[in-house]
């Protein structure tokens, strides 16, 4: 029912950068946020931003001042400017979608394949 393209992951080196993108589509009535969460060997998936459909931001506290979320509504596309990156950004990187699939349906949360981000020397 939704589909996503994320892409972008790789192998940084530290203090590097790089940029994630990751496309939705499908049968989708009203997206309320997307956003980009990240898993690393042995540990919980955690929240790294996310972007509401008005705009409003939230950024876990190791990526402030370092990563930009950013989306743009007609493509239903969000964007994961990574900078300044160290070796503990290590991860891979999922996409995230809340979303009502149908009109009267509640909110769901919808998540992506997910992509590696290696930073290493």
């Known amino acids: 029912q939704v589909q996503f393209v994320e892409s972008g992951g790789g192998l940084v080196q530290p203090g590097g950068s790089r940029s994630l993108s990751c496309a939705v589509s499908g049968s989708i009535f009203r997206i309320y946020a997307m956003g980009w969460y990240r898993q690393a060997p042995g540990k919980p998936r955690e929240l790294v931003a996310t972007i509401t459909s008005g705009g409003s931001t939230n950024y876990a506290d190791s990526v402030k001042g370092r990563f930009t979320i950013s989306r743009d509504n007609a493509k239903n596309t969000v964007y994961l400017q990574m900078n300044s990156l160290k070796p503990e950004d290590t991860a891979v990187y999922y996409c995230?979608?809340?979303?009502?699939?149908?009109?009267?349906?509640?909110?769901?949360?919808?998540w992506g394949q997910g992509t590696q981000v290696t930073v290493s020397s």
């Open positions: 995230n979608l809340v979303a009502a699939l149908r009109i009267g349906d509640r909110s769901g949360n919808y």
